[in-house]
């Protein structure tokens, strides 16, 4: 656990990951309440609504040139006048993932294991589609090399 917590780089290029790629990209709610939206629009409660995670990791007021990865956007000095709202790849609230700390847990550790063994590298684009989660629609083709340790 204490190593885990020392992969600050690889923690922000899963953060940054799961801010272009939400793996839930949509979730959807039942308003419990009417809402009046500051737009003056009036949600009337038992409406179903959908929340677009996707959109919300690419508004510019939170991040500028939102179609670049860059994964020091989650240094702490960039987070710390950050909305708590705008990064929220495992929702947010009483419903959210409750797998959240464990999925990252598990990241880490595949990541640095792959790794320590292998490079890794993109062979051409992928499509993002979806099918409840966010999936590729034709396959992800990647090259691999054994690492040589030097
Ligand atoms: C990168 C990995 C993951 C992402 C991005 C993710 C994302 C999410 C999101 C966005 C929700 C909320 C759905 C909603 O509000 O309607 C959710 C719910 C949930 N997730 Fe995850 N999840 C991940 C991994 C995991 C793992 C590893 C587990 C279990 C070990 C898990 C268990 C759950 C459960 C049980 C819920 C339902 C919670 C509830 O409704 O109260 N998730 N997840």
Partial sequence: MELFNELKYIERVIKETLRIYPSVPVIGREIAKDIDLPSGYKVPAG?????IIAGIHFNKKHYPNPEVFDPDRFL????????PYSYVPFSAGPRNCIGQRFAMLEL??????FLL??????EGDTLPGMILTL??????????RPRVNK
């Fill in 76 to 83: 702490p000095e960039k987070m710390v006048n950050r909305h």
């Fill in 117 to 122: 063994k292998y490079e890794i590298g993109a």
């Fill in 135 to 144: 999936q590729s629609d034709n396959g992800h083709k990647v090259w691999l």
């Fill in 47 to 51: 409406s179903i609504m959908a929340v």
């Fill in 108 to 113: 880490k550790s595949a990541i640095s294991h």
